[in-house]
């Protein structure tokens, strides 16, 4: 009678083996739904990096729990923290890893509710806060609502599937390596394959140096944007002012100022329905679209790019009230350009390190398995 006999770990393995995979898919579902969650004031819950994103919030009097009429608010989105730059360099644009200022903008809404569609470039925490007061209203409005912004599961999977496909790669280099025989070797060394690894490490730290470089000075700085841009059409005069004007920096708040006159007399224009948008040209997304009203011809707004490329501020405006000044409705474009910078050396120094740890361990893993065949065959 044969006695089988009995492996632990064999037994474990498929114990376990179906409970991973039942628990990955399952796992895998709840992620491609989160993002795809609608939340209470955004749409969805957890907006996703360099996709466009609902917020929706009605302003309520605290007394009487009706929407807030004619509130004045200062809305401002705040970045509070950043990705690890070391588990998201392979997704990270550039090195826009910063916090603070993103948008800010004073409105003036007759029914109390704001409305924006905005593209939070970069996954991280944020915080919307708003202030808002009104006639008869006997202590502010204050309301603070974090936000999550995730990384695009695409951009994840990307990176996943580059890096496995550099470590295979190596893997396979490293096998092929570790087969052949050295030519200058003259007696037995065990350290050949350490040596092998650091030899194409060297040449991969070179390259993994200078493509970096190489990218970041791939493109010329165009010029700035001019301080003042001017539209003038429908008997009205448009113009935008920019501070600072020239260079616009990316990551850097800058403050608009639009303003709307008689094109004859040069009074402000009144009672103005206004649509604002900011728009990334080169990839044809809006970063943020919201309305309000202007009373006094004059809007302010700050916003801080996330990357550099050509914008357009677009803005549509229309008679709000038959008291309002604006006699048709009017459409303008200011288009401006944000110029390039250098990724920092910390960006690049990480992406390099990175790179080479996946190479070097495939080279390893590839050299030890090389050398044991050809020894197993000698």
Do not use: C
Request: zero cysteines.
């Amino acid at each position: 009678m044969e006695i089988v006999k009995f492996n632990l770990f064999r037994f474990v393995l498929f114990l376990i083996l179906p409970v991973v995979i039942i628990s990955s898919i399952v796992f895998s579902v709840g992620i491609l739904e989160s993002y795809e969650e609608k939340g209470e004031y955004l749409v969805p819950q957890n907006p996703i990096a360099h996709e466009s994103a609902t917020f929706s919030y009605q302003l309520l009097d605290p007394a009487t729990n009706q929407p807030l009429q004619n509130a004045s608010v200062h809305m401002e989105i705040v970045k509070t923290e950043a990705l690890n730059p070391w588990l998201y360099v392979g997704y990270l644009r550039e090195d826009n890893q910063g916090t603070g200022l993103v948008y800010e903008m004073d409105y003036l809404l007759h029914d109390g509710k704001i409305q924006l569609e905005s593209n939070f470039w970069d996954a991280g925490s944020y915080t919307v806060s708003i202030h808002a007061t009104a006639p008869g209203l006997k202590s502010p409005v204050d309301v603070q609502i974090p936000v999550e912004v995730k990384v695009p599961l695409g951009k994840i999977v990307n990176t996943i599937g580059l890096f496995a496909a550099i470590l295979i790669a190596a893997m396979i280099s490293g096998y092929i390596a570790g087969t052949l025989e050295n030519p200058f070797k003259k007696a037995s060394n065990s350290g050949g394959a350490i040596k092998t690894v650091v030899s194409v490490l060297v040449v991969g730290l070179l390259v993994a140096g200078s493509v970096p470089s190489a990218l970041a000075h791939g493109n010329g700085a165009p010029s700035g944007p001019g301080g003042t841009m001017q539209i003038e059409k429908e008997g009205v005069k448009a113009e935008l002012k920019m501070n600072p004007a020239e260079p616009v920096q990316k990551g850097e708040p800058v403050h608009f100022t639009m303003t709307f006159r008689d094109a004859k007399t040069g009074e402000p224009v009144k009672g103005i329905d206004a649509n604002v948008s900011l728009n990334h040209i080169d990839d044809n997304l809006t970063m943020f679209s919201t309305r309000t009203q202007i009373q006094n011809g004059q809007l302010e707004f700050d916003y801080a790019f996330p990357d550099t490329a050509e914008f357009a501020v677009v803005v549509h405006a229309a008679p709000n009230s038959p008291q309002s000044t604006l006699s048709a409705p009017f459409d303008g474009e200011f288009s401006f350009e944000v110029p390039p910078v250098d990724p920092s050396l910390g960006a690049q120094i990480r992406a390099g390190i990175l790179m080479l740890a996946v190479v070097a361990a495939g080279l390893v893993i590839g050299v030890v398995g090389g050398k044991r065949r050809k020894a197993a065959f000698a």
